[in-house]
């Protein structure tokens, strides 16, 4: 599932291709697309028309382009295969497109929603008095986010009674963060993804935060992590930080930091990258 990092890169890409148009006409291909819109595809479509898309948004893995002189917001959620795809209005449809968004201007291009999936899907929401979607209002801010408090997190941290890496994939507490950049955080800091929150120190998690961080600013600068075709930005290119990871997927391949075969472990149906020489584990972990 696309991250923080992906999730931006797209943001971005809305932000320079669509934001300021107006809508001419909406085609809801497949209803699974805007399940999450009650009211049916039919509204949806109808709702948009001739409206004038404002500045594309984003909260951890959830994008939203508000719609001018309304109090409702666009709101996309990529799922497992999602992609918006900006493209010449007479290019072929994409076997899977979903969604498409026509303008009433000039430029030659329409917003399509692919999914092959269809885990992801758009929807129409009011927003808060704060300007966010209020189905997304119990999202934490980012580590990305200028009002993150770095803080804030470290007391609440310390008071779940849990485990890092689920601490760290728990979107009440900071959002954007999924199982990759877990991982490769996790090895920054040279901390075990069983290391129970409250034994973290504060020069601790603020190191792990700083990491989190830099990974993520990492993935931005080379356009995200993609293992397949279906993780894309707004003109069809793929990620490549994949070619940088330090520990996902790395599975018997030696730690770069020591020369240790790294190790995978199943964690709550998904896997944990890890080097078992720099990230040791607590007494009561595997």
Not at 5 to 24: A, F, K, S
Not at 133 to 148: C, G, K, M, V
Not at 185 to 208: G, M, Q, V
Not at 227 to 247: P, Q
Request: charged share 30%; aromatic share 8%; with cysteine.
């Amino acid at each position: 599932m696309p991250e923080l990092p992906e999730v931006e890169v797209v943001r971005r890409g809305l932000q320079r291709w669509v934001t300021g148009r107006t809508v001419d006409d909406v085609e809801v291909l497949h209803p699974r697309a805007v399940r999450r819109h009650p009211a049916g595809g039919v509204d949806f479509a109808a709702r948009l028309a001739g409206i004038r898309f404002g500045p594309a948004m984003r909260r951890g893995k959830y994008l939203w382009v508000p719609l001018d002189d309304t109090s409702s917001s666009l709101l996309g959620h990529l799922g497992m295969s999602g992609q918006l795809l900006v493209q010449p209005q007479d290019a072929a449809d994409e076997k899977h497109l979903r969604v498409r968004i026509r303008f009433d201007d000039s430029l030659g291009t329409e917003l399509r929603f692919v999914d092959q999936r269809t885990f992801g899907g758009l929807s129409l929401h009011d927003n808060t008095p704060d300007g966010v979607p209020d189905t997304i209002a119990h999202i934490a801010r980012d580590p990305l986010d200028p009002e993150f408090d770095d803080a804030a997190f470290h007391t609440a941290l310390r008071l779940r009674r849990t485990t890092v890496k689920r601490a760290l994939l728990d979107q009440s507490l900071i959002s954007g963060v999924g199982n990759i950049y877990a991982d490769e955080a996790l090895w920054r800091a040279k901390l075990h993804y069983d290391r129970p929150t409250a034994t973290l120190t504060r020069p601790k998690s603020a190191e792990l935060l700083g990491h989190v961080r830099e990974v993520m600013n990492e993935a931005l600068e080379q356009g995200g992590t993609s293992f397949d075709s279906l993780y894309v930005n707004v003109n069809g290119e793929s990620g490549y930080f994949d070619r940088s990871l330090d520990a996902y997927g790395r599975e018997d391949e030696p730690c770069h930091r020591c020369g240790t075969p790294m190790r995978r472990r199943a964690w709550m149906n998904r896997s944990s990258y890890f080097c078992p020489r720099c990230q040791r584990p607590p007494r009561d972990a595997g």
